[in-house]
């Protein structure tokens, strides 16, 4: 290496920039004069044909590129349709448990007055916990609760927009006029208003504003109330408590912690402004857990979620602060992926077998895991004609694969409907912590919840109830359980029986404890004790045959509809359980993904096939190249040295003809990288040494 490019290193170990750029020159190519205009372009395209492509390049087509384009429109097009339906059970549930809240918020802002309030300002605290998303919508819909019937509207302030007291008095004077007239509509109030012109954030533009209106509420909502200063909220409230005789104020303030930790922080002064009343809104997970068991249990459900990809969601939700809103947002994420990379999602669209491209994609469907074990089957049942039919008739398998699709999907359904009625008697069996159903979900996606000790003991519990609980329960199970359970049948029995014994105590079966007596016997100066039956009477032994009926149906229901989705032909098609496209979304590893492609970049891209065995090549890019350099070095880092090995990487593959200044420029190019991934740093006790930042895992 020449002095001169030493001295230039050594020039960018001193620079204190993070990045530098580097440019190489390349001449333009010979064959045309300088002032020559480059030739015109023909368009090949029309705008139609963009269009066309556009909407094409949503869902691109798989099977190695052997997927027809209607396959590929009918797979966007059902992935569309079906999560249309499934945001519109969504935001129902959103709004269904935002009703309560919203009815008890808009009735307190319409009775609630000054005078009510003995001169104070009405306020409501709202505290919203962990499902922070929950007070926007609150908001918005108690907005236009309050615009439809004219009596005024919702102000929304947040702790950013109040830096001071005149910018937060300009910003709600602003958000008040534009809630109902617009921008144009405020500039316009600004403009036109008849006398001296009056400074942004001057109360008085909001009192003329109210005036013409004829607005009767005002409600001004503080979202984030906890992170505004303490002095400034003062301030607010007691400029706002002046105006009240003009302005009719209502405050609301969001909580997330608790009305004693917000109070205690406040000045005296400030808290003796206010007087009102504490709402509560429901937590982010009991809406999750809705959410969920609506996406799943749906009678006319046509893709489920698997285990690892529940387990996943459900983690993500309990250990993290999520809202309802990112949970859908996730949801829809594993939609999205089953319709956008597995080519038998065409097959929930219903197809006309005709529209199929059949080739590569029964090949696809010969190479799934539930086809061998259907194969299998098939051959232990004594049916090897229908596997020779599979195997060399396309036009059989596509109709066995539909056919299996809805099959599938029924007993899907049958699966969470039977946990549904597990939910259901646990309610009335468990008395330690209410199992949710999304935990029964999980457990019945693996296949283990029919054998679990869990069932055993509610059927054991069931048993034992007396006939007021067991009617109880019989009441809460669903009313789309199939006809030949006998449910409706048992029930009525039930209900005559208990008729007949009306007046005495309630009806209890023989595995009741309370129909189990003691017996005393004395054997040789002993005394044993032993349990025995008590007699039982009648009505308690007709009872105890109900009660046996429906253990009897229940458990044989049970044995029937919780089987292992793995175990189903075409499950492949209607479930989607593939954890890492979400596990790498919503948990991200860039650093490791980063490290990986520099310490082995032939992960990503292709190497030639005559490429050395040498962990270190010139073929590599500079980056990774320098990269795997920086890792052999020690804390601090020779910049001569680093450069000799970078060049020596270079040589020992092209030998003499190598180009030092062109190497001398990739290798300041990936030091630049290097710096702007924050690995390495100019150090301050040598300047012709840089110290490492980072150690590959850590």
Known sequence: MDPDGLDDALDLSRDRSQNQGVYIYQPAKPGKTPGERPSKRRKVSSTDNRGKQSIAQCFVPLLNGGESAECVQLRHDTYKKLWVEQEYKIQAILEDVDAGVLNDVLSFVRENSPETCNGCIPTGLVTVGSNVSSLSRLLSRLNDQLTTCGQGGVVVLESGDAPNLKTSLKNI??????????????????????????????????????????????????????????????????????????????????????????????????????????????????????????????????????????????????????????????????????????????????????????????????????????????????SPDDVRNLLESDEYLVQEALSNVSAGQQRMQQIFQAVLVIHACLQHTQTAKKTSVSDLSVRALSGELNDSQMVEDMLATVRALDSEKLGLLLESLPKTLPADLGIGEIQTDLKTLVGTNAGYAPLRSEYNINSSVVKTTVVQQRVLLSKGKANLSEQDIEYTRIIDRLFGALHEYF???????????MHEAFLFDLRNPLKENFTPRPRFALERALANPFDYLISSTDASGARISARQPPTAILYQLYLESGAMVNVHDLWQAFHAVFESDQGNQCDDRMIMSLFYGALSDLKSFGMVKNSRKKTDHLAKSSWMGL
């Open 173 to 382: 004077i602003r958000a008040a006029i534009t809630n109902t007239e617009g921008n144009d509509g405020y500039q316009k109030f600004l403009t036109d208003r008849a006398g001296p012109r009056l400074l942004g954030y001057d109360l008085d533009l909001l009192n003329d504003y109210v005036q013409r209106k004829g607005t009767k509420k005002l409600v001004l909502a503080l979202k984030d109330s906890e992170a505004f200063d303490p002095g400034l909220l003062m301030d607010l409230l007691s400029l706002l408590k002046s105006w009240l005789d003009r302005i009719p104020f209502t405050v609301l303030l969001g909580i997330s912690t608790s009305v004693e930790l917000f109070e205690g922080r406040l000045p005296r002064a400030c808290v003796s402004l206010l007087q009102g009343k504490h709402f509560e809104v429901q937590e982010a997970g009991n809406c999750v857990d809705r959410i969920y068991e609506t996406l799943q249990t749906s009678p006319h459900g046509k893709l489920w979620l698997g285990r690892n990809i529940t387990s996943t969601l459900l983690e993500k939700t309990s250990d993290y602060f999520q809202t309802p809103e990112a949970f859908s947002r996730m949801v829809k994420y594993g939609y999205m992926s089953h319709f956008f990379a597995n080519p038998l999602a065409v097959l929930l669209g219903s197809p006309a077998p005709a529209t199929i491209s059949r080739g590569r994609l029964c090949e696809a469907i010969r190479n799934l895991p539930s086809f061998r074990m259907f194969c299998e089957d098939l051959v232990e049942a004594g």
């Open 559 to 569: 044995t029937e509809s919780l089987i292992e989705p793995q175990d189903l032909f």
